[in-house]
């Protein structure tokens, strides 16, 4: 599928990965809109490509749709492209020091991370089946982001990595639904990258990250992140799997 002139939607595109992507997406020739629950964030990062900005909140589905919607009439078209980014990455036990449970926390990160990115792929499966077939038989396509912690979940990231870990499993069986509609999913795994999850921590202790992650020694950059949706967009024949992109690391217990 080409890109230029194509209209993609990406969900948490107002900062980190999502941010790169909408970059990405607009220089190599995209409409795009930027979903993000953070109006203003949105506002600006749509403004810096000139795309649309769309609030909304990815566990509500009704302004998810609605969003989607407000994209093709906004841009001129249905989306082609829909790439899920947004997500969230708090740490907890599941029982902690004092005896809590984690029970509320799990149920909000699997809501945004998992139950979100369903929703996303919903509404733009819904509207890209009406769409008529390319030449290549393709209505669109569908990546999702999962994480490596999907298969190394490390101690505290019981709710992102079981949210992850769905993430990744239910991409062979989109795939395999979407097929008679030329709609591909793929998931990409990303290891340790520079976003703002990671900003917040010490010089030292990102340095330390770092130095576990055999070549190249050092944190992702969000551009090879998009640069890789990039590549599964033009690559039709990329479906129905999760690819890493981490620099070889493994994940330790902690």
């Known amino acids: 599928m080409q890109i230029s002139d194509a209209v993609a939607v990406v969900s948490g595109g107002a900062s ?13 020739g995209a409409r795009v809109a930027v979903i993000d629950r953070d109006a203003e964030a949105a506002e600006a990062a749509a403004l810096e490509v000139g795309g649309v900005a769309l609030s909304a909140d990815v566990t509500d589905s009704a302004a998810v749709g609605s969003a989607i919607d407000a994209a093709a009439k ?20 599941i029982v902690g020091r004092d005896g809590e449970l984690s029970v509320d926390l799990f149920a909000q990160v699997v809501g945004v991370n998992l139950i979100g990115s369903f929703t996303v792929m919903s509404h733009a499966a819904r509207v890209m089946s009406a769409l008529d077939p390319l030449d290549t038989g393709e209505r669109g396509v569908i990546i999702n982001t999962a994480s490596i912690a999907f298969e190394e979940g490390q101690i505290g990231q019981c709710a992102y990595a079981a949210s992850k870990g769905g993430v990744a499993a239910m991409g062979l069986p989109a795939a395999r639904e979407l097929a008679r509609h030329g709609i591909r999913v ?3 795994a990303p290891g340790l990258f520079h976003t703002p999850m990671m900003e917040g921590l010490p010089p030292e202790t990102t340095e330390a990250i770092a130095g576990t992650i055999p070549f190249p020694s050092r944190l992702g950059d969000p551009d090879e992140f998009a640069h890789l949706v990039g590549s599964i967009v033009e690559n039709a024949y990329l479906n129905g799997t999760t690819v890493r992109l981490d620099g070889a690391v493994r994940l330790p217990p902690r």
């Open 74 to 93: 906004a841009l001129g078209a249905t989306p082609r492209i829909a790439v899920n980014c947004a997500g969230i990455a708090p740490a907890a036990r």
């Open 16 to 28: 980190g990965l999502g941010r790169a992507t909408v970059r990405h997406l607009a220089a190599r």
């Open 186 to 188: 793929i998931s990409i």
